[in-house]
């Protein structure tokens, strides 16, 4: 008898369906979010289970890793690309579960990439290393905020990264206000700081693949966010044709046609908003210091709006660095912008 799982995980607990080939449930319980406590679960059937289907949540690493190497094979649900069965009535965790493990058993289930363990640490460590950027680029904003205020002056980001306590009590004679602009100037310098140690142990730790160099040939392109592309894409052979490279970067539309009339638009947060961004920040750059990519770009804005002319670079250079990834080469300009 083959077996299908369907597991809806929460913050706190899982709740585990099991369906054989007919669709009859054979095994349906909520329980713990202790892997020994779910594997010991799952122990009776192991022999029988074809797959199972877990939820990509925010706390998915643990339970998938440790079903991989208990030996189970495991599908990550692309919770996004899945919709309930809309004559259902109601429904409920134990419902969502048997979903997952019906749609397994059809074999259409729509699903993720489970990021191999070994690298996902060092991308997290990026990701981390973002996070912290916007908690300074916050604390940054409400000491201009404070200054403003108070002043009716403003200062440059520039300026403020490089304002002493003297300066404050200078600019802002109120020690109340004063003490506050230090407070964030404070947490500004600790954030720096562990921003570089992120940011060297992550550059280490790239500097060992080909790649990591010719992403940086791309103009626009510097170390973040050839990191940032690096380790987002992962093994670019998951990805079958450069247009799913390009629909994953976010870099296509998502208008919907029928009969050459528009009927709404597709869901623009389906990809990687971490490529997305990279994308965009490249473009930026890029038509700001490379002549031929400015020039091709106002041509593209003359046409349309600044909107779809940023899009229509960030599309070039997410396929230039497709090819870069899977071919080991570097950047042509010729080929990625000749018309």
């Known amino acids: 008898m083959k077996l299908y799982g369907g597991i809806d995980l929460h913050s706190n607990n899982s709740v585990i369906v099991l369906l054989d080939e007919e669709d009859q449930k054979v095994y349906q319980r909520r329980i713990g979010n202790d892997l020994k406590t779910i594997l010991d679960a799952l122990e009776p059937y192991g022999d029988s289970i074809e797959g199972l289907a877990v939820e990509s949540t925010y706390n998915w690493y643990w339970l998938v890793d440790g079903l991989m190497e208990a030996g189970y094979r495991v599908h990550l649900v692309n919770t996004a690309a899945v919709k309930q069965y809309e004559g259902m009535k109601y429904g409920n965790d134990h419902t969502d579960a ?7 058993r059809l074999g259409i289930l729509p699903k993720g990439y489970i990021y191999p363990k070994e ?6 460590l990026l990701r981390k290393r973002g996070q912290l950027v916007q908690m300074r680029t916050t604390n940054l904003l409400s000491v201009q ?8 002056s403003s200062l440059s980001a520039n300026k403020v990264k490089k304002l002493q306590s003297e300066q ?11 003490l506050a602009v230090n407070s964030n100037l404070n947490i500004m310098q600790a954030l720096q700081e562990q921003i570089k140690i992120l940011e060297k142990e992550v550059q280490k730790k790239a500097k060992l693949k080909a790649e990591y160099a010719a992403l940086q040939t791309v103009p626009g392109i510097g170390f ?5 592309i690096l380790l987002e894409t992962g ?18 539309g998502t208008t919907r046609l029928s009969n050459g009339k528009q009927k709404g ?3 623009a947060k389906n990809g990687n908003r971490y490529l997305s961004w990279a994308f965009i920040e490249a473009t930026n750059f890029a038509i700001r210091y490379n002549d031929n990519i400015k020039a091709y770009y106002q041509r593209k804005q003359a046409k349309t709006n600044r909107v779809v002319a940023i899009k229509t670079v960030a599309h070039k250079l997410a396929r230039a660095c497709y090819y870069i990834l899977r071919d080991q080469v570097e950047f042509d300009l010729s080929k990625a912008f000749s018309a």
Do not use: M
Not at 224 to 228: D, E, P, Q, R, S
Not at 235 to 252: L, T
């Open 98 to 104: 048997h979903w997952l493990a019906h749609l397994l």
């Open 168 to 178: 404050v009590a200078e600019l802002l004679p109120c020690e109340d206000t004063a």
């Open 145 to 152: 905020t404070l200054i403003t205020r108070n002043t009716g």
């Open 119 to 124: 690298e996902r640490a060092v991308r997290d």
């Open 235 to 252: 093994p670019v052979q998951r990805f079958a044709k450069i247009g799913n490279y390009a629909s994953y970067c976010r870099c296509v």
């Open 265 to 267: 638009k597709g869901n």
């Open 224 to 228: 973040i966010l050839a990191l940032t």
